[in-house]
């Protein structure tokens, strides 16, 4: 399918700004902030908390209403492993808590490379535990690294949780998967700012076909939490989520899996333009809802 029309216009409206993969650590943080307005404005939640968890990890929990016995879904941003924070996806934990009408704890993990791996994923672990802890359902749920980390936390704690939610998931770090190749460039973040990403958080120790690092890698994937895998069409992340969404249903999980068309990797978290993003960011509380919310 053709680009969609407001993803070529925004595609459009970044031309002239350098690309992502030549800014420093500091510059890219910084673009990831701005970018946050592609959401639109923060719409009201009945209550938003910053917490500091046990594990001395920040975190923001958004209610849509005040209710104790609100389910939790956890949320990791994304941002490649060394960007993103609470304040670049609050608008869109905001939208995403009231469509899926259950507590959002975002959480603030460490940062490469700052914190190389496992560090990222440490802090995922304790976070779900935290939520585990407060004897609600618990859901885990993220974009682009943030999805890589949500569906290692399912990976430790396949017994206990409910759903995952897997939006555009930077999942394999060998980076070998043809839409590597067939969209390199020009489609928002491309191959060589994955591969950058992937260096600054593993460095050059970690083994990228670790399954702690690259779940697709894990030999036993079975009796996780059903799932849903979210892919964009010109994504050069597209092949390596929908490969792991097979070898999920392979494994006998219920999944749910849905490419949006003419769509770019980031787009998830633009529904103040883009009308796609919307609908994505509706499907998933729709399903989280339903994985969540007594019968």
């Known amino acids: 399918m053709p680009l969609d029309p407001e993803v070529a216009l925004l595609l459009d409206s970044e031309k002239g700004q350098p690309p992502r ?11 990831m902030r701005r970018a946050a307005a592609l959401a639109g404005p923060p719409p009201a939640v009945a209550r938003v908390e910053d ?33 993103g924070d609470l304040e670049s996806h609050d608008a869109a934990c905001r939208i995403l808590a009231l469509e899926a009408g259950c507590r959002l704890l975002a959480v603030d993990y460490r940062l490469a490379p700052e914190h190389r791996f496992p560090a990222a994923l440490d802090d995922a672990a304790a976070a779900v535990e935290f ?80 399954p702690r690092v690259s779940p697709v890698f894990a030999e036993d994937l079975t009796g996780l939490a059903p799932a849903f895998v979210l892919t964009a069409e010109y994504d050069t992340l597209r092949d390596e989520g929908e490969r792991y969404a097979r070898r ?48």
């Open 131 to 210: 939520a585990l802890g407060q004897g609600v359902p618990v859901a885990v749920a993220g974009d682009s690294a943030g999805a890589n980390l949500a569906a290692g936390a399912a990976l430790l704690e396949r017994a206990r949780l409910r759903a995952q939610l897997l939006v555009y998931p930077m999942i394999d770090a060998t980076c070998l998967a043809a839409s590597y190749r067939d969209y390199a460039e020009g489609y928002g973040p491309g191959a060589g700012d994955m591969q950058r990403g992937w260096s600054e958080y593993l460095g050059d120790a970690a083994d990228p076909r670790d």
């Open 248 to 295: 999920l249903i392979e494994s006998g999980n219920l999944v749910q899996a849905r490419r949006y068309l003419g769509t770019i990797h980031g787009f998830f978290t633009m529904p103040g333009v883009l009308r796609a993003a919307r609908e994505a960011i509706a499907e998933a509380g729709a399903f989280l809802r339903h994985r969540l919310m007594p019968a």
């Open 21 to 31: 993969s030549a800014l420093d650590v500091a510059a890219t943080r910084e673009r």
């Open 51 to 83: 917490l500091t968890l046990p594990s001395q990890i920040r975190a923001r929990q958004y209610w849509p209403k005040d209710d104790a016995a609100l389910p939790i879904a956890v949320y990791f941003h994304g941002g490649r492993f060394f960007s």
